[in-house]
């Protein structure tokens, strides 16, 4: 009997990758390609459509391609484009999920990079049988994605969700890539905590300034873990911070948990007590000790792809 496979495809500002999915999130074949080496949408399209030809070869007679899901930076979940996206060569308005479409003859589906990681997590992770909670990107920048009675939660014109430019902070707060200033995102992310822990230290420590210039977050969560104070000073104000936004977003949607996901995520305790903590302080009575806040299950190697793949699987299943 002839079974299904399912490609995921990640597009990034600097890698794509790319893979074929079974039905239990076994991953059979991956592989990753340069974005910013095709300036144009469709060379990509063309590259990455050989790539999974030539694998599903090795594949012949046991399984067939039911499918591509695709995950990647303002992709728009109702055209199938990616929708001035401010990280990729790519201008304007780019029909990738038609381009592929035509290419590999099969359903396509593109959203965005966030919410395709959250429907991985309901499909192949720790969300699994939910149908309300929240996933956190925490990244270079914060991504979100919403799930609302099983359902991704897209608005009106596929770009609802976006909690990592909710204004926190206003009108001093600081720039943000979208032209805005106190976005959630700048605060509590990668670059974030980076930019927090040069504050204190130029505040407090300035004759450190020099030999902290090329910090990062990976160093500064080392420098926590051996018990630096400004290191700790940063995880609790970003967990604070992160923690009340998430306290407000339940208001709207009251999930029944919520997953962080990501690089800053791996810091494990030193994000999480804090974001739990201040999450539990400012949440309305009504749904304190009832929403958990967990890690997610997926592995970071693998979630793009197995969050791109979940779109179609979700349909098919």
Known sequence: MIQKLVAGIDIGGTNTTFGLVDEAGKILYKETIFTEHFPIPEDLVAVVVEHINKALIQFEN??????????????????????????????????????????????????NDANAAAMGEMIFGGAKGMKDFIFITLGT??????????????????????????????????????????????YCSATGIVTTYKEFIRRSFPELVKENENITAKDICEKARDGDFVSLTAFKMTGDLLGRVLANSVAYTSPQAIFLFGGLANAGYLIFE????????????????????FPSQLKENDAAILGAASLIWKEIK
């Open 274 to 293: 804090p974001t739990r903590e201040s999450f539990e302080e400012n949440l309305l009575n009504i749904y304190k000790n009832k929403i958990n806040i």
């Open 62 to 111: 046991k399984y067939e391609l039911a499918g591509v899901g695709i995950g990647a930076p303002n992709g728009n979940y109702f055209n199938g484009c990616i929708v001035f996206a401010p990280n990729l060569k790519w201008k304007g308005i780019v029909p990738l999920a038609k381009l592929f479409e035509d290419k590999l003859k099969v359903k396509t589906i593109l959203t």
């Open 141 to 186: 920048g914060l991504g979100s994605g919403i799930v609302v009675n099983g359902e991704m939660v897209y608005g009106h014109d596929g770009f609802a969700g976006e909690l990592g430019h909710i204004t926190i902070l206003f009108p001093d707060g600081r720039q943000c890539g979208c032209g805005r200033r106190g976005c959630l995102e700048t």
